[in-house]
């Protein structure tokens, strides 16, 4: 192993922590920091640092577009079933298992439709 890829996962785990971390303080920057699309362009630069190749950066942004439309749910989902009284870890199972059913049936959607991801 590389120490770049080292710094990859240091990079990762620290982005990981700072959002629970700062959401244990403020809600909403902990959703700002979240919500920003970090892990999309941590991916990005690592894909054309180790490629060279900004087509397959391309490639991959456009399927996050796509894709980001099936996790919607779980930010539907989680909070209304939260706030109807369930505990948290039933609200989690049923909004992640909500959120898989969107995505399996976006990827099957998608193709039929002339997207491919």
Known sequence: ?????????????????????????????????????????????WLYADTGNAQSVASLSRSIFWLVLASLP??????????????????LLVASVVTTGAYIGLVWLLPRVGIQL
Do not use: D, H, Y
């Open 1 to 45: 192993m590389t120490w770049q890829f080292f710094l990859k996962v240091a990079i990762t785990v620290v982005i990981v922590i700072a959002v629970s971390e700062i959401a244990k303080r403020s809600s909403f920057w902990g959703a700002i920091l979240a919500s920003l699309p970090l892990t999309s362009l941590l991916a990005f630069i």
């Open 74 to 91: 779980l930010f539907a989902l989680l909070p209304m079933l939260l706030n109807a009284g369930w505990s948290f870890w039933p609200s």
